[in-house]
């Protein structure tokens, strides 16, 4: 998927940010640089409208990321209860080598056995955190007590890339 790369400010609003296209983030860049980051921070929503914010581990599949969480969490609750309907709106955020990166987008329960396979292999290859998935359900096996975990995969609205420099910011629209 190819994204539409913007600035994040129009002209007359940029002083003093750059409006250079040279200095526009190319996608595949951010990208790359949100894959590798160690970890993300996850804002969702409570139920009265309060937000929540904690740190997860995520995975990239093609163009979306997958976390994992504890589905009694405030952050599960969150996704459980917002997804519903469709999907938790949610906002994930990572500082990178490339500066500052900021995704929305809607988090889907993932529930599909094949799916939850390809998701539990990529965080045994990534962090060499192995799940046990049984009866479409996912535990970690290593733990006292195997506790339950879920998985959630993010599909992107939006993105924004602010430069290290505090002068550069791109908007991407999924």
Same mark, same amino acid.
């Given at each position: 998927?190819?994204?539409?790369?913007?600035?994040?400010?129009?002209?007359?609003?940029?002083?003093?940010?750059?409006?250079?296209?040279?200095?526009?983030?190319?996608?595949p860049? #951010?990208?790359? &640089?949100?894959?590798?980051?160690?970890?993300?921070? $996850?804002?969702?929503g409570? /139920?009265d409208?309060?937000?929540?914010?904690?740190?997860?581990?995520?995975?990239?599949?093609?163009?979306?990321l /997958?976390? +994992?969480?504890?589905?009694?969490?405030?952050?599960?609750?969150?996704?459980?209860?917002?997804? /519903?309907?469709?999907?938790?709106?949610?906002?994930?955020?990572?500082?990178?080598?490339?500066?500052? $990166?900021?995704?929305?987008?809607?988090?889907?329960?993932?529930?599909?056995?094949?799916? &939850?396979?390809?998701?539990?292999a #990529?965080? #045994?290859?990534?962090y060499?955190w192995?799940? /046990? $998935?049984?009866?479409?359900?996912?535990?970690?096996? +290593?733990?006292?007590?195997?506790?339950?975990?879920?998985?959630?995969?993010?599909?992107?609205?939006?993105?924004?890339?602010?430069?290290?420099?505090g002068l550069?910011?791109?908007?991407?629209?999924?």
């Amino acid at each position: 998927m190819t994204p539409t790369t913007e600035f994040l400010f129009r002209p007359e609003d940029a002083t003093p940010m750059s409006t250079d296209e040279a200095d526009l983030m190319p996608w595949p860049a #951010a990208a790359e &640089q949100f894959a590798a980051a160690p970890k993300y921070w $996850l804002a969702t929503g409570r /139920a009265d409208g309060r937000p929540h914010v904690m740190p997860v581990l995520g995975v990239w599949l093609g163009a979306t990321l /997958a976390i +994992s969480c504890r589905p009694g969490s405030v952050k599960g609750r969150n996704l459980l209860r917002d997804g /519903a309907g469709g999907g938790g709106h949610c906002v994930v955020t990572a500082a990178t080598d490339l500066g500052d $990166l900021v995704l929305e987008g809607t988090a889907r329960h993932v529930t599909g056995l094949a799916r &939850q396979d390809a998701v539990a292999a #990529a965080f #045994a290859a990534t962090y060499d955190w192995r799940f /046990a $998935l049984r009866d479409g359900r996912i535990f970690d096996d +290593s733990l006292p007590g195997s506790p339950e975990y879920a998985f959630f995969e993010i599909t992107l609205a939006k993105a924004f890339g602010y430069g290290p420099d505090g002068l550069t910011a791109t908007r991407w629209r999924f």
